[in-house]
């Protein structure tokens, strides 16, 4: 029984901290901060997970009386409307609060893919445990293999995507100033969030009466979803790569840059070989200190853009990380 425990603790947490450090890999010119990453991959661990429990049993009263008249469609209520609205509603609280509170975390659309996927893969991995546990019981341990391979494999980026499209409306929420949209934006991403999760469910319920072809259509569906995000987060890298050039460009115009520093601080390679080069030579000091240079120039630069754009909050911001970069490269110019 413990080592059955252990390996199904192992097939739903491994994965999806595996998927999540990949999330966190594709962030590649400005990292968010772990704490928050963490409280992130937490809130859709435990308070998601059982404040959409509860809300659940209290919804399931009142459809226990369509049970009686057909089985598929108190299954197909219980699972296309009540769980999608229930759960990403739950999870979207985390976005919200980061929008409200840590609007500045949010640097661009990437930003708000990446907390919605942390939310979400903190989700998927206690709700595989309820249902890994389900089929250890029934069949044993070659039954909780083969549903954790469908689970945190084929499907192990279902709760990801439903998130992240909210994710994604939050955080283009700020890039926009009409304040119809600022509204619209996160509803529309929760709306794509809840239909995604919906249909998902759907297909799945009916596969489990009808067989593979739904099974086929949910693989189908659900993967034409996750491609569409990882598709939108490659967009932004370049995106990113723009608003960084443009703001190191003007830094250069005013001479607080070189063309040779532009080069490097557009390019995530040229960075990391920077910083290499000075782990390499032993220099920890400098290492750390070039690799904050870069990450506020780069904070600096989606402030500056945000300003540019109009949005007046942005202004303090900016002052404060150029502050602080200039220092950091006063300080590097000194040591060089």
Do not use: C
């Given at each position: 029984m413990i080592g059955g425990a252990l390996a199904i603790l192992v097939l739903s947490f491994v994965p999806m901290l595996i998927y999540a450090a990949i999330l966190w890999w594709l962030d590649r010119y400005e990292k968010e901060p772990l704490g928050l990453l963490t409280l992130a991959f937490i809130w859709g661990a435990l308070p998601s997970v059982v404040l959409a429990l509860i809300m659940q049993l209290v919804l399931d009263v009142p459809l226990t009386s369509v049970q009686d008249s057909s089985q598929l469609t108190y299954e197909l209520l219980g699972a296309s409307v009540v769980a999608p609205l229930t759960e990403e509603g739950i999870k979207a609280v985390a976005l919200l609060l980061l929008l409200l509170l840590l609007r500045h975390q949010i640097d661009s659309p990437l930003d708000g893919l990446i907390y919605g996927g942390m939310v979400g893969f903190g989700f998927a991995a206690v709700e595989n445990i309820f249902y890994l546990f389900g089929a250890y019981s029934g069949g044993g341990l070659g039954s909780v293999?083969?549903?954790?391979?469908?689970?945190?494999?084929?499907?192990?980026?279902?709760?990801?995507?439903?998130?992240?499209?909210?994710?994604?409306?939050?955080?283009?929420?700020?890039?926009?100033?009409?304040?119809?949209?600022?509204?619209?934006?996160?509803?529309?991403?929760l709306a794509a969030a809840?239909?995604?999760?919906?249909?998902?469910?759907?297909?799945?319920?009916?596969?489990?009466?009808?067989?593979?072809?739904?099974?086929?259509?949910a693989v189908?569906?659900?993967?034409?979803?996750?491609?569409?995000?990882?598709?939108?987060?490659?967009?932004?890298?370049?995106?990113?790569?723009?608003?960084?050039?443009?703001?190191?460009?003007?830094?250069?115009?005013?001479?607080?840059?070189?063309?040779?520093?532009?080069?490097?601080?557009?390019?995530?390679?040229?960075?990391?070989?920077?910083?290499?080069?000075?782990?390499?030579?032993?220099?920890?000091?400098?290492?750390?200190?070039?690799?904050?240079?870069?990450?506020?120039?780069?904070?600096?630069?989606?402030?500056?853009?945000?300003?540019?754009?109009?949005?007046?909050?942005?202004?303090?911001?900016?002052?404060?990380?150029?502050?602080?970069?200039?220092?950091?490269?006063?300080?590097?110019?000194?040591?060089?």
């Open positions: 293999i083969g549903l954790a391979f469908l689970r945190a494999g084929v499907f192990g980026l279902n709760h990801a995507m439903y998130t992240g499209f909210t994710g994604l409306g939050v955080a283009l929420a700020l890039e926009v100033r009409h304040g119809l949209l600022k509204v619209a934006l996160p509803v529309a991403g809840v239909a995604t999760h919906a249909l998902h469910n759907a297909l799945a319920t009916v596969a489990s009466y009808a067989g593979g072809l739904a099974l086929l259509a189908l569906v659900d993967w034409s979803g996750v491609l569409a995000l990882i598709g939108v987060a490659f967009g932004t890298f370049f995106l990113e790569r723009r608003r960084i050039i443009a703001y190191g460009q003007a830094l250069v115009q005013v001479n607080t840059l070189s063309p040779d520093e532009l080069n490097v601080l557009k390019s995530t390679f040229q960075r990391r070989l920077a910083r290499l080069d000075l782990l390499f030579r032993g220099d920890v000091q400098r290492w750390w200190k070039i690799r904050r240079y870069h990450q506020k120039v780069t904070k600096a630069a989606f402030a500056w853009h945000r300003l540019q754009q109009g949005d007046t909050r942005a202004r303090p911001r900016l002052v404060r990380l150029e502050q602080e970069f200039r220092q950091l490269r006063g300080e590097l110019t000194a040591q060089a």
